[in-house]
């Protein structure tokens, strides 16, 4: 392992040194070129031959080949200035340019038949495909690719098209369509013909093969290329270590397959430690996950912990969010393992953000891609008009009354187009612009049909209410006058003394229970605890009073509740808990009720829970007879929340969300 480290250093160096020779070649023969189109190759190459850290010197060597292109109008050397330029930008990670300038290079030689043409073409249409991918264009580069393979298969270029072959290949198995992605990596073998100078793409397209027959669960035919894929390395030269690496990853993967733990772990770690050595990162990662997947199936979630700790690392210094993805998801599912809820709930917090992070970036890059291809068409539509101006203009040389009736006649449809144009655009307009209206007199009445159903919810509560307060005036505190006023008329005036003492002493008693009655019926309107102390003890209080009147069931329990919301909505919060209580009282046949308020921050949390019958959460509309309607209506006015956890034997859980000020 050591020796092919060596040998890698001494290849850079040498590959280094030699690169700097030949730009100085480049540019003296720059200084000795004796014409324009020869300066202007030369001035590509020389961008091409220059180092990452000179890349702004390697963009003006480009833009000045260009101009020699364009002062001699010639249109092969035009399209190689843009094509170049085009990858110049794809490699400073700017898809939007480089797209612009490919199309242009693209456009300048798509009519010409002549070989270089060709051959430009091809490339073009290639690194276009690689731009287009990177911007989520999957469709389009896949045409793009298709349509080179013909120009390629002309050009005689193996080396291009089995790496068109394999793009293609990775396109179908990113996509999981694992048996055409294998299709493309067979015919990029095949292009190859077994050619011992192609032997490191060669075994780099069995490993290809190898990956997705494990995706297939097709094991023998996994072990096959595997094999094949060690047999081609043991050609190659020491350049191909970072195969050794994914090798040895795929290897480990079929070890788990087949339930050999321990060998997949020694394969896992000598591709680990074959990337580490070389700084592969996404070897590393790859092998990283593996071997901390293999820990967790074995238990061992320590290790695999500190594996997923690493690779986290890793994946945030990578452009691919999938890494990130995979990291937060493993450590999730390892601190739970590993008792540790708060953890797990951490990184799945952070797992949700970076999703939704990323599904907005698809979005923006979309709109981008929309408005980079809004600008290329304009772009192509002012070179069309071009084009045809120039046309005109050697017409013109030749018969100018033929110009002149050419004139009148491109005039009057300019006119006759313009002015379908601007009528088209003016009714497109109107159209909008009722569209816009319809959907805001459509919002506007959606909006107040749910006021109405508010308040229809709320005056149904306070008629409820008013009903529930009226039957216990009628039934509690006017029975017990009417008895009152019964005895007392019952006392003849020449009763005893003792006799009549008796029944002054009944009545008083019963006067007694009606003033607690209306005291209750008082304290059910409007609790003058809740008014003094607020909500918390309001609850506790309220609790407390149906324990007194036999209900023994019910715990009441508050947190860290400061009671500095506004009177009104701790009213409303009192009436959801009462209705939630007498709920649970009345139909859940419970044998525990928990009643739980806590606050945290500005966010206060009401919870009812009873071990009662429960019901089915999924009959919707069916749950309104139950004054779930009622609750809803009053959560809605907090502008609030509410969950509800409930199956049929298992009980019922409540919770009312909400901030303590509006």
């Not at 539509?381 to 002149?404: D, T, Y």
């Not at 919301?565 to 701790?570: L, S, V």
Request: glycine fraction near 4%.
């Amino acid at each position: 392992m050591k020796l092919r480290g060596l040998l890698i250093l001494l290849s850079l160096t040498l590959q280094l040194t030699a690169q700097t020779r030949y730009t100085d070649s480049l540019k003296m023969a720059l200084r000795k070129a004796p014409d324009d189109a020869t300066r202007a190759e030369l001035l590509i190459l020389l961008a091409k031959k220059l180092p990452p850290a000179y890349s702004g010197q390697a963009l003006a060597y480009l833009q000045q080949a260009l101009q020699l292109a364009e002062k001699k109008d010639d249109r092969i050397g035009i399209a190689r200035a843009y094509y170049s330029i085009g990858n110049w930008y794809e490699n400073s990670y700017d898809p939007v340019q480089a797209e612009k300038h490919l199309l242009l290079a693209k456009e300048y030689v798509l009519k010409d038949t002549s070989l270089e043409a060709r051959k430009i073409l091809a490339m073009t249409k290639i690194s276009l495909a690689t731009v287009l991918g990177d911007r989520g264009n999957t469709q389009q580069q896949v045409e793009e690719y298709l349509q080179a393979i013909p120009l390629l298969e002309k050009m005689n270029a193996p080396e291009i098209l089995g790496t068109t072959y394999e793009n293609l290949g990775d396109i179908f198995f990113n996509k999981s369509r694992y048996k055409t992605a294998v299709e493309y990596y067979r015919k990029s073998i095949s292009v190859y013909d077994d050619a011992p100078a192609y032997s490191k793409l060669i075994a780099s397209r069995h490993l290809s093969l190898a990956s997705c027959m494990y995706y297939m669960d097709s094991l023998p035919q996994m072990e096959k290329y595997l094999s094949d894929a060690k047999n081609k390395l043991d050609q190659t030269r020491p350049d191909s270590i970072d195969l050794w690496a994914n090798y040895y990853h795929y290897r480990g993967q079929l070890d788990v397959k087949h339930q050999l733990y321990l060998h997949a772990a020694i394969m896992f770690n000598s591709g680990l430690s074959i990337a580490r050595q070389y700084h592969y990162n996404h070897a590393i990662c790859n092998n990283l996950y593996s071997l901390a997947r293999l820990y967790e199936r074995l238990g061992k979630y320590d290790e695999a912990m500190k594996l997923m700790e690493e690779y986290k690392g890793l994946s945030n210094t990578l452009k691919d969010f999938p890494f990130r993805l995979h990291a937060l998801d493993l450590m999730a599912e390892l601190s739970f393992k590993q008792h540790y809820p708060d953890e797990a709930y951490n990184y799945l917090r952070k797992y949700i953000i970076l999703a939704d992070s990323l599904q907005e970036q698809q979005v923006t890059e979309k709109l981008h891609e929309l408005e980079a291809q809004y600008q290329s068409s304009a772009k192509e539509n002012r070179i069309l008009q071009l084009q045809h101006e120039n046309e005109r203009q050697e017409f013109a040389l030749q018969k100018n009354r033929l110009l002149i009736s050419l004139m009148v006649v491109i005039m009057l449809s300019l006119l006759v187009v313009a002015t379908l144009s601007y009528l088209f655009y003016r009714n497109g307009r109107k159209l909008l612009e009722q569209q816009q209206k319809l959907h805001q007199f459509e919002v506007e009445r959606i909006r107040q049909e749910h006021q109405i159903s508010l308040l229809s919810a709320m005056l149904e509560g306070q008629e409820q209410e008013r009903t529930r307060l009226a039957r216990d005036l009628h039934d509690g505190l006017g029975g017990l006058l009417s008895g009152i006023k019964l005895e007392l008329s019952t006392i003849p005036p020449a009763q005893d003394t003792h006799r009549k003492q008796t029944l002054i002493e009944n009545s008083l008693q019963r006067l007694d229970g009606a003033m607690d009655e209306l005291r209750r019926i008082a304290r059910s309107m409007m609790p003058e605890i809740l008014t003094k102390y607020g909500l918390g003890d309001a609850m506790r209080e309220y609790c407390r009073g149906l324990k007194k009147t036999g209900t023994n069931n019910i715990v009441c329990q508050v947190f860290n509740f400061h009671a500095k919301m506004d009177h009104t909505r701790q009213v409303v919060l009192y009436r959801i808990m009462q209705e939630l209580v007498n709920n649970a009282i009345k139909h859940a046949e419970a044998s525990q009720i928990l009643v739980l308020l806590q606050q945290t921050g500005d966010t206060l949390f009401l919870t009812v829970e009873d071990d009662g019958k429960g019901f089915d959460t999924t009959t919707g509309n069916k749950l309104k007879g139950a004054g779930l309607a009622n609750i809803q209506a009053r959560v809605d006015f907090l502008k609030g929340e509410m969950d509800i956890q409930s199956e049929p034997g298992t009980g019922t859980t409540i919770t009312i969300e909400c901030a303590t000020h509006i």
